[in-house]
C-alpha cells in the first residue's frame, strides 16, 4: 500500500555531493519511520540513517557521520539523505524504507545507485 519512489542518485567526483530523495504515498499512520540503505557489490546491506517522522530524531551508521545528513519535508512527504565529502566506498545501490515498528521496515524503494569516481 505504501510506495515510495527514490531519485538523486548518479555519478560523482569523490569528494563531491549529492542528495537523494523518497517521496511516500499510501500510508495512513504519521507515526512512522523512515531510513536509508545502502548495499554494495559483495556486501551485506546496511542501514545508513534513520529518521522518527514526527520529531525528526536522528540516527547514523558510524562511517557517514559528519558526512551525511537525513531529514524530512512533512508538507511533501519526503525524506532526503544529503550526501557530503563522498568517497568511492560509499558506491552503492541506496534504498529507502519505510516502517511503523521500532526497527523493522515493511516497504522499500526500488532504489537508486550512486557511482564515486574520477
Known amino acids: 500500500q505504501v510506495q515510495l519512489v527514490e531519485s538523486g542518485g548518479g555519478l560523482v567526483q569523490p569528494g563531491g555531493s549529492l542528495r537523494l530523495s523518497c517521496a511516500a504515498s499510501?500510508?495512513?499512520?504519521?507515526?512512522?519511520?523512515m531510513a536509508w540503505f545502502r548495499q554494495a557489490p559483495g556486501k551485506e546491506r546496511e542501514q545508513v540513517a534513520r529518521i522518527t517522522w514526527r520529531g525528526g530524531a536522528t540516527v547514523y551508521e558510524d562511517s557517514v557521520k559528519g558526512r551525511f545528513a537525513i531529514s524530512r519535508d512533512k508538507t511533501k512527504n519526503t525524506v532526503y539523505l544529503e550526501m557530503n565529502s563522498l568517497k568511492p566506498e560509499d558506491t552503492a545501490v541506496y534504498y529507502c524504507a519505510y516502517g511503523t515498528g521500532s526497527y523493522t521496515y515493511d516497504y522499500w524503494g526500488q532504489g537508486t545507485q550512486v557511482t564515486v569516481s574520477s
Open positions: 499510501g500510508h495512513t499512520s504519521t507515526n512512522y519511520f
